[in-house]
Structure formats: structure tokens, C-alpha cells
């Protein structure tokens, strides 16, 4: 079978890759792709748009494509499964509909509190003046969120009523993210420790995936700006089999029915992103899609076929699959762009010395192929991956990894699992 990726992340180098290494998978095309998977065996980038869904539908038909996995929320929320799947080409991912859980934070909120998911207490806004009022009523800090997609930054932590102003005036007036910013959620600052819990998901059933935590701020020790993501690892102590229960039945089922009951059954990767204190949960947000860099420590554990897996989820066959994970620990650090999560430079000409290893891959994000050379095309340009027998073996690898990459202004978070050895 031939697989179509759509993407051009770590994440979805990471898709493409775990795809190839199935015997009955004869090529996987990355829609566009990156420099990582132009380079890999067994796989191609392809330059179709992904925002013209019948090109995409075409390129299936003529490439025989067995199987769509779609990385991003974009093209999600946008409907692109939903199109895929009404043309009869089996698609790995929710319908637009169920893409709304990450698309509108108002809809999610909204959503947990219909279905009785905890979550942080809030309101949402469509007018300033009103939201500008709210400020005086609530205890600070703070959260403000842009409504719609802001890549991970539409989320502002304000620690008086003076940051929730500017913040207020970022979002509605200056437009900051643009027509994301149309609606805004105002919630009660939660404290605690994050996880990432992200499992495969079929209608009513659910296959969860190894455990895992990210690190969302730019700085180490959690400082500094937030970012998509600076590195992560799996599994991740703080889901203890507990906690790891009280997820399933408080937050996966209860979302899991209510999508059924709204008629938008869900499928695809489903990430639930909780803020864990004192052994209890509380949803920060659901996005519909593998997390990145989650993605990358998770698939480096995973025996099992990804192919088959998404196959049996779209079979409605979940039921009857039994999922296998290395034991070893795995962490993921990411190599960004000076500057990043804010503005920085791309085009920097890229030298990796890499020894390749069964246990460790340097995962592209932010690059591409031009004149025969790698150059950063991004902020988040690789996240190396290693495993190890034990988290801080996992970390060395990871770091050891991070040694053999250069290019001007590269720089990482350099306490990727900190939590996790503490
Ligand atoms: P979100 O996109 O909603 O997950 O927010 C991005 C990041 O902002 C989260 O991973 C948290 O680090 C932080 N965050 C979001 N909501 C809250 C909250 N209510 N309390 C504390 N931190 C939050
Ligand atoms: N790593 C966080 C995310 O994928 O949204």
C-alpha cells in the first residue's frame, strides 16, 4: 500500500518514517513534506497544496494511496478528512466537525461543561468593553485565549489586570491573530504539572498511546514565552496508572460520548492536554491531531505497525488490536531558530555529523532541501530523539544527538525531562 502524509513537521517526519518501516507499505508521500523526508528511504515530498483538497483527492487516486494521515489542525478544521472520506479514500482524521474541540476554544469550553469534563472556570467574550469589564470581577493571574488557531501562542498568561488589558488589546484591537482572535476566553489560572495524554480513537473506542510531557515554554525551567513545544519525553511518571484511569473515565469517554451525542463521532488522534495537582485532572485544551514534539518520543517506543493501527481505527476494529511499546524510555529535544517563538531568520545552511543509530533519530521540522544542501526553513528546525534504559540515558542519548547538528544561531532547551528524573 502507498501512504499520503500531510504536513511538514517533526511530527509528521516522524509519521511518514514510523510508516515506512512497514513491510506492506511500498512508498509514503509527504505533502510538503521537509528536508528529513526527502532524504529518507522509501519515502517522497510532494508539492501539491494541501488547502486544494481535489488535488489532494487526485494525487490519491493516481498514487493508489491506501491510507491518508493528516498531521496538522489545519487542514482538519478546515475538512479535509471529512472531503477525503466522502470520496471513499481512507483518511486518518476527525471530521471538521469534531476538529472544532481544537479549533474554538469557546466550543470546547462549552463542550466540557455540557459533558461534565473538569476543567478551568471561564467566560467568553465577543465584545471588548464587556470583556474589559470581566477584569475587574476575577482574581488574578489570569488566562486569556485567542478563540480560534494561533499556533500554540494565542494563549496569554497575565499576571495583573494591566497584562490582561494588553492582552485584551492584542487580541481584539491590534488583531494580533488575526480573525482567531474574534472571540475570547477569559479562565482561572490553574497550578500544577502538565501531561500530555494522546490516544488513537475510533467512535467509542480508544486505544491510548504511551504517556508523555512536553515543555511548552521557550527557557529552561519553564521561562520565558510559550511555544508550540521545546522537547518532550514518554512515558511520563506523573500518569501513574491512577491518574491514567481517572483520565479515561473523567476526560477521553465522557468527550468520546458526548462527540457521538453531538453527532460528530470522533477519528483520528485525540490529545488531551491536562494540568494534573494533588491527583487531580483538569482539561486545558483538546487538540485534534498527534501532538509535535510528543509524536516523536512517543513513536520512537512504538513496536507495533502505525499503519495498521490507523487501519484498524478506521476499520472500526480497534477492539480486536493489541498495541506494543518498547519498554526504554525515550526524550525529544528540540533545535529551534534563534528568536524563536518570536521573529527569526531562516535559509542558515545546516551540518549535521550524525553516526546513524537504531535507538536514535534526528527528527526535521523547519528545513529544507535546496542545491543539494539542508537549510532552516523554521523556528522549530529538528527535534533529535533517542532512547535509553532509563529516562536519564534516554536524555543523554537525546543531548549526544543534539551535539552533531549546527547551524547559525541554533539553540535548545537544555533540561528536556527534568520532571520526569526529579
Ligand atoms: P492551551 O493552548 O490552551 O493548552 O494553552 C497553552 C499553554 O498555556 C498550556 O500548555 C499551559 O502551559 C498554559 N495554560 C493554558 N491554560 C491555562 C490555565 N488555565 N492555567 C494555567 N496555564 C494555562
Ligand atoms: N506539543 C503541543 C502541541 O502539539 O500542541
Known sequence: MNVLIIGSGGREHALAWKSAQDNSVQ????CPGNAGTHLE???SNISVNSKDFEAIENFCVREDIGLVIIGPEQPLVMGLADYLQNKGINTFGPSKSAAQLEGSKTFSKDFFVKYNIPT???KSFEDFNIALNHLEEIKYPTVVKADGLAAGKGVIICKNKDQAIEALNSIFKDKTFGSAGNKVVIEDFLEGEEASFIAVVSKDKIIPLATSQDHKAVGDGDVGLNTGGMG???????????????????VMFPTMQGLIEEGSPYLGFLYAGLMIKDGEIKVLEFNCRFGDPETQPIL?????????LCMAAINNNLDSYSIEWTQKHSCGVVIASEG????????KEININENKNQDAKLFHAGTKYENEKIITAGGRVFCATALGNDLKEAQENAYNLVQKVEFEGAFHRKDIGFKGIK
Open 340 to 347: 524563536y517563538p518570536e521573529t527569526y531568520k531562516s535559509n
Open 41 to 43: 528511504n522509501k519515502i
Open 120 to 122: 478551568a472556570g471561564y
Open 300 to 308: 520512537l517506543r512504538l513496536n507495533s505497525s502505525l499503519v495498521e
Open 27 to 30: 512508498h509514503v508521500f509527504v
Open 232 to 250: 518532550a519525553y514518554s512515558p511520563a511518571p506523573i500518569v501513574n496508572e491512577e491518574i491514567h484511569q481517572k483520565i479515561l473515565d473523567k
